[in-house]
T-cell receptor, first 113, second 113 residues
Framework: GDSVTQMEGPVTLSEEAFLTINCTYTATGYPSLFWYVQYPGEGLQLLLKATKADDKGSNKGFEATYRKETTSFHLEKGSVQVSDSAVYFCALSLMNRDDKIIFGKGTRLHILP | DTAVSQTPKYLVTQMGNDKSIKCEQNLGHDTMYWYKQDSKKFLKIMFSYNNKELIINETVPNRFSPKSPDKAHLNLHINSLELGDSAVYFC????????????FGQGTRLTVV
């Protein structure tokens, strides 16, 4: 079935370090791919998205490229800040089929000052 | 203006009670969802409704009953609450038929004691 696998956390980095959170997916069809972020005590917010192969989503210094050949959508940021500490979820949607968004298990990110 | 709002934000109740969580969206979306987030932050879809019609029911105990009086509202009623129902419940909405993102409410933290 359709699924999303992302690296397990927690991930702890120092401020200004480079960040990569890996995400791979399995889907029958052509999904859209998303990264959501959940700050402590809050709901999920869309961070970025890509709807077709080779698209790059970007927002707030974060980037991810839709790689169909490797079925991946890795999240990267060149220089993280303490305020980036949150839980990050990779997700896919196949809305044309059964209106479902499937989430990975989330990766908790801690940034140390 | 809050796009997806759910009430209450916190709910503490005793085992065996019946409770409801309300959700409203003012985005004009056709599809609404309920997700359950456990203590490890894992997000699992519970229900999906499109234009008041149930689309997805993901092996949720029948103590959980969604109700959609109109396409802007999707309420969740839970009968005979159990300790294991303690979690954060998120409502979300999205346009149908498009590979686009879902918009989430702030969550309802349910604690069953």
């Amino acid at each position: 079935g359709d699924s999303v696998t992302q690296m397990e956390g927690p991930v702890t980095l120092s401020e200004e370090a480079f960040l990569t959170i890996n995400c791979t997916y399995t889907a029958t069809g052509y999904p859209s791919l998303f990264w959501y972020v959940q700050y402590p005590g809050e709901g999920l917010q869309l961070l970025l998205k890509a709807t077709k192969a080779d698209d790059k989503g970007s927002n707030k210094g974060f980037e991810a490229t839709y790689r169909k050949e490797t079925t991946s959508f890795h999240l990267e940021k060149g220089s993280v800040q303490v305020s980036d500490s949150a839980v990050y979820f990779c997700a896919l949607s196949l809305m044309n089929r059964d209106d479902k968004i499937i989430f990975g298990k989330g990766t908790r990110l801690h940034i140390l000052p | 203006d809050t796009a997806v709002s759910q009430t209450p934000k916190y709910l503490v109740t005793q085992m065996g009670n019946d409770k409801s969580i309300k959700c409203e969206q003012n985005l004009g979306h056709d599809t609404m969802y309920w997700y359950k987030q456990d203590s490890k932050k894992f997000l699992k879809i519970m229900f999906s409704y499109n234009n008041k019609e149930l689309i997805i029911n993901e092996t949720v105990p029948n103590r959980f009953s969604p109700k959609s009086p109109d396409k802007a509202h999707l309420n969740l009623h839970i009968n005979s609450l159990e300790l294991g129902d303690s979690a954060v419940y998120f409502c979300a909405s999205s346009p149908r038929g498009m590979n686009t993102e879902a918009f989430f409410g702030q969550g309802t933290r349910l604690t069953v004691v």
